[in-house]
């Protein structure tokens, strides 16, 4: 047993905030700006008295479970009645996060997002089989000069629709195969839902991409651009 000074006491290392916490990722799709909306966002939060903390890919929201659905139906319903949005919510009531462990710093958006014919997810060899459109944002349209037809491109993207993640998996969620680490698997289910596909540029028509090789589905927002 260890006396009071040298004994860890929660309470005097963080501060645990009370209540439901919801991490919230939103992307509206096919807007030319961003920013507007996702910051419209952040304002009703706050409206609802929730204590707001935006992060990397997401922000996290915390308050009481009323104010937090109440909050997050509010701008869903704002935002989707400007055009076509995804938000993406995860709640906890069990592991209330330590505000002092909040990240900060490193800020991520998406420059533009993924078209093609699979609405819904699929096998990723078949997606890759296909053509897909890479439609970048016009403020970062800029940034494609240099590109080529017949280049190799490093497409990154987020698994913006993943729910958790283990860090041992089945590969491809088969229970015949032995599980493995997440990190040696192309799993969408990892501590930071990231994908990267290396991909060959097809065309290049203005701020769209044409692609052959890339395993994302419709909607899914695009990180960054890289050569192979």
Same mark, same amino acid.
């Given at each position: 047993?260890? !006396?009071?000074?040298?004994?860890?006491?929660?309470?005097?290392?963080?501060?645990?905030?009370?209540?439901?916490?919801?991490?919230?990722?939103?992307?509206?799709?096919?807007?030319?700006?961003?920013?507007?909306?996702?910051?419209?966002?952040?304002?009703?939060?706050?409206?609802?008295?929730?204590?707001? !903390?935006?992060?990397?890919?997401?922000?996290?929201?915390?308050?009481?479970?009323?104010?937090?659905?109440?909050?997050?139906? =509010?701008?869903?319903?704002?935002?989707?009645?400007?055009?076509?949005?995804?938000?993406?919510? !995860?709640?906890?009531?069990?592991?209330?996060?330590?505000?002092?462990?909040?990240?900060?710093?490193?800020?991520?958006?998406?420059?533009?997002?993924?078209?093609?014919?699979?609405?819904?997810?699929?096998?990723?060899? !078949?997606?890759?089989?296909?053509?897909?459109?890479?439609?970048?944002?016009?403020?970062?349209?800029?940034?494609?000069?240099?590109?080529?037809?017949?280049?190799?491109?490093?497409?990154?993207?987020?698994?913006?629709?993943?729910?958790?993640?283990?860090?041992?998996?089945?590969?491809?969620?088969?229970?015949?195969?032995?599980?493995?680490?997440?990190?040696?698997?192309?799993?969408?289910?990892?501590?930071?839902?990231?994908?990267?596909?290396?991909?060959?540029?097809?065309?290049?028509?203005?701020?769209?991409?044409?692609? =052959?090789?890339?395993?994302?589905?419709?909607?899914?927002?695009?990180?960054?651009?890289?050569?192979?």
């Amino acid at each position: 047993m260890g !006396t009071r000074e040298n004994r860890a006491e929660p309470e005097e290392i963080l501060e645990f905030v009370p209540g439901v916490a919801a991490q919230v990722s939103l992307y509206p799709l096919r807007q030319p700006d961003l920013a507007p909306t996702i910051n419209d966002a952040l304002e009703i939060f706050r409206g609802h008295g929730l204590e707001v !903390t935006p992060g990397s890919m997401s922000s996290m929201v915390q308050g009481s479970s009323v104010n937090v659905f109440e909050a997050l139906k =509010h701008a869903f319903e704002r935002e989707a009645g400007s055009g076509e949005v995804v938000m993406v919510v !995860t709640f906890s009531n069990a592991c209330p996060v330590p505000a002092s462990t909040m990240p900060a710093g490193l800020i991520i958006r998406s420059i533009g997002h993924v078209e093609n014919e699979f609405k819904q997810p699929a096998d990723p060899d !078949t997606i890759r089989a296909s053509a897909s459109r890479v439609v970048i944002e016009p403020e970062s349209s800029g940034g494609l000069q240099g590109l080529s037809p017949g280049d190799r491109v490093w497409i990154v993207f987020q698994f913006h629709l993943a729910k958790g993640y283990e860090l041992l998996q089945h590969p491809r969620g088969d229970q015949s195969r032995p599980q493995r680490g997440v990190f040696s698997l192309r799993s969408p289910r990892r501590p930071n839902p990231i994908g990267m596909t290396e991909v060959e540029l097809q065309g290049i028509q203005d701020n769209i991409l044409i692609v =052959h090789g890339l395993d994302a589905f419709d909607g899914t927002p695009v990180i960054d651009l890289k050569p192979a």
